[in-house]
């Protein structure tokens, strides 16, 4: 059975830098094909796709937001991080945990976490 | 970036109709089309993957078709439980793209 879980802080001011993390278990991030992501949704807005991580260290990023965004993972620890910089109210958004694999056609994000409430405000 | 659009943006129907949702996407996307569904309050859920492959657990009156750039998203009888927000999704380059969603109401 595949879970995500996100975790991080429910507010940050702006200019400062988000840290999630996504603890997962029922897979493994060294299994080829399989990626660990993150899609945010501003309130009574759409998804937003931001980043990716796959098994072989391949790393894409929404080129938008590539300047601001890192994604690290943790194999033995079945984590990925994502870091945000310069956080602005424009960033206050649920953010959310996924699966997907290359092994996939069409490459469907399959399994989502629950989603983190993050708010940016001073 | 590849835009995707859908229609209608919302839609009124009552349990038992027949449901059609229609997204397009302004470059050719081949069958790299996914759609979720996302109740208030929730995390989406795939329903389904690859323009038209029922996601495993999605009952089967949800189907999809279309390849290039026009899709479709048929529900064949209304269920309670469907009442919701449908996105699509792009995953032919990135970054990857959803519409901007559908919400499907009670008549």
């Known amino acids: 059975q595949i879970t995500l879980k996100e975790s991080g802080p429910t507010l940050v001011k702006p200019t400062q830098t988000l840290t999630l993390t996504c603890s997962f278990s029922g897979f493994s991030l060294s299994a080829p094909g399989v990626g660990v992501g993150w899609i945010r949704q501003p309130p009574g807005k759409a998804l937003e796709w931001l980043a990716v991580m796959y098994w072989d260290a391949d790393q894409r990023y929404s080129p938008s937001l590539k300047s601001r965004l890192t994604i690290t993972k943790d194999t033995s620890k079945s984590q990925v991080v994502l870091l945000m910089t310069n956080m602005d109210p424009l960033d206050t958004a649920t953010y959310y945990c996924?699966?997907?694999?290359?092994?996939?056609?069409?490459?469907?994000?399959?399994?989502w976490g629950q989603g983190a409430q993050v708010t940016v405000s001073s | 970036d590849i835009q995707m659009t859908q229609s209608p943006s919302s839609l009124s129907a009552s349990v038992g109709d027949r449901v059609t949702i229609t997204c397009r996407a302004s470059l050719s996307v081949s069958s790299f089309l996914n759609w979720y569904q996302q109740r208030p309050g929730k995390a989406p859920k795939l329903l389904i993957y690859a323009a038209s492959s029922l996601q495993n657990g999605v009952p089967p009156r949800f189907s999809g078709g279309g390849s290039g750039t026009d899709f479709t998203l048929t529900i064949s009888s209304l269920q309670p439980e469907d009442f919701a927000t449908y996105y699509c999704?792009?995953?032919?380059?990135?970054?990857?793209?959803f519409g901007p969603g559908t919400k499907v109401d009670i008549k």
């Open positions: 996924v699966h997907n694999s290359r092994s996939t056609v069409s490459l469907p994000f399959d399994y």
């Open positions: 999704q792009q995953s032919y380059s990135i970054p990857f793209t």
